[in-house]
T-cell receptor, first 113, second 113 residues
Framework: AQSVAQPEDQVNVAEGNPLTVKCTYSVSGNPYLFWYVQYPNRGLQFLLKYITGDNLVKGSYGFEAEFNKSQTSFHLKKPSALVSDSALYFCAVRDEGDYKLSFGAGTTVTVRA | EAGVAQSPRYKIIEKRQSVAFWCNPISGHATLYWYQQILGQGPKLLIQFQNNGVVDDSQLPKDRFSAERLKGVDSTLKIQPAKLEDSAVYLC???????????FGEGSWLTVV
């Protein structure tokens, strides 16, 4: 079975400060990891993914994520947050040998001016 | 490139009524998914198609939900009769067969009163 945990329901940061959204996962094989963002009344937008290779993955809108196999984590980061980054962020995982994508419950990010 | 198209965007119905949602995936994407996202939760897979065949419908409440993809392109998700707990966002998504990244539409927001 595979699962994802996003331990923080909400993250609040000031504009210009670093932003981190945490994600831990559990799979039986090799993980394929994803981050999506959802703005109010919108669908999910793909941000970035880790399949294999470099543990630091760069994605859209200046976001990056670091894969840590020993800690089974895939935290999303942005060096300098913008007010427009305020949204709902979902981490997702699937096992290399499976097609099902499992999502976390989401983390609401609020960036204050 | 056009994204995943969904309609209607918003629907309000009374319990025990029926509703249908339509989805047109990204061109060339043979795999199509329907997810249900209840407020405060991550998306949950309802059904996955590969071309016009069902790959997984284990989470689809088959007593009231049905989905079809007759020509391997567009898909329709139907709920009949609707219950209050069906109030959610219904997200259609698509990917290339075996593709790692799933792309989502804007969602169809259902309120059952």
């Amino acid at each position: 079975a595979q699962s994802v945990a996003q331990p923080e329901d909400q993250v609040n940061v000031a504009e210009g400060n670093p932003l981190t959204v945490k994600c831990t996962y559990s799979v039986s094989g090799n993980p394929y990891l994803f981050w999506y963002v959802q703005y109010p009344n919108r669908g999910l937008q793909f941000l970035l993914k880790y399949i294999t290779g470099d543990n630091l993955v760069k994605g859209s809108y200046g976001f990056e994520a670091e894969f840590n196999k020993s800690q089974t984590s895939f935290h999303l980061k942005k060096p300098s947050a913008l007010v427009s980054d305020s949204a709902l962020y979902f981490c997702a995982v699937r096992d290399e040998g499976d097609y099902k994508l499992s999502f976390g419950a989401g983390t609401t990010v609020t960036v204050r001016a | 490139e056009a994204g995943v198209a969904q309609s209607p965007r918003y629907k309000i119905i009374e319990k025990r009524q029926s509703v249908a949602f339509w989805c047109n995936p990204i061109s060339g994407h043979a795999t199509l998914y329907w997810y249900q996202q209840i407020l405060g939760q991550g998306p949950k897979l309802l059904i996955q198609f590969q071309n016009n065949g069902v790959v997984d419908d284990s989470q689809l409440p088959k007593d009231r939900f049905s989905a079809e993809r007759l020509k391997g392109v567009d898909s329709t998700l139907k709920i009949q009769p609707a219950k209050l707990e069906d109030s959610a966002v219904y997200l259609c998504a698509s990917s290339f067969p075996g593709g790692n990244t799933i792309y989502f539409g804007e969602g169809s927001w259902l309120t059952v009163v």
